[in-house]
């Protein structure tokens, strides 16, 4: 049971007052995408300054797929990362190999899907949830079967998949996150967020929680 709001990622964060505003709204987390083929792809350079432009306790995560161990080292050396996310085919030993804390991202098509990867990657912190796409490795916008999820997971379940304003206050109903993770759902174009719905999306959130 969460027993205080679901923490909120606003993921592939491309430019510092989209990250500024993400804070201003209560986000406690952003994300910035590490992966070249992603429309949300962010230059290290940049990452280091949307980075510098956060204010304090906002955490940074940096999301990686399917990278080299020397492109993660390296993008550690830019960027102080507080939490580094895996959304390819990387394996436990991999993920845990940085001395960093880390998450995983699953790709859930079936029930099963979840409980094995909470099996094999019982070491991070977290497990984030997200829809299936056999062509892509997330930032697909879209949902997917909620009740594939365990009602008792064993780690904490960050969930994400084609999140908006509209349906996040029935997620956290029948879900009840730890955290919850978007990014096209509050984007005025891909990469670009939406101040406005940052603040929707935030706002959502936090009522659903405080009258559920």
């Known amino acids: 049971m969460v027993l205080s ?6 993921c592939g964060i491309t430019r510092e ?60 050396g830019h960027v102080p990362l507080d939490l580094l996310q895996f959304h390819g085919d990387e394996s436990a030993a991999f993920c845990g190999g940085f001395g960093h804390p880390w998450i995983r991202a699953v790709r859930v098509r079936d029930s099963r899907v979840v409980v094995a990867a909470e099996n094999t990657y019982y070491r991070a912190l977290g497990l984030l949830t ?16 909620w009740d594939w999820l365990p009602s008792t997971p064993s780690m904490p379940l960050i969930l994400a998949g084609g999140l908006t304003a509209e349906n996040v206050g029935e997620a956290v109903r029948r879900v009840r996150p730890w955290a919850v993770d978007v990014s096209g759902g509050v984007e005025s174009e891909p ?6 719905r940052i603040n929707e999306f935030v706002r959502e959130v936090t009522l659903t929680h405080e009258t559920d």
């Open 17 to 76: 007052e989209d990250a500024i505003a993400a804070a201003e709204a209560g986000a406690d987390a952003i994300g910035l995408v590490f992966h070249p083929d992603s429309a949300r792809y962010v230059p290290l350079e940049q990452a280091r300054r949307i980075r510098e432009a956060l204010p304090p306790f906002v955490t940074t995560v940096g999301l990686f797929v399917n990278a080299s161990g020397r492109f993660v080292e390296e993008a550690l």
């Open 191 to 196: 990469g670009i967020k939406s101040r406005r």
């Open 5 to 10: 709001r679901p923490r909120i990622k606003i």
């Open 130 to 145: 997200d829809a299936y796409d056999p062509d892509c490795y997330g930032g697909t916008g879209t949902t997917f079967n």
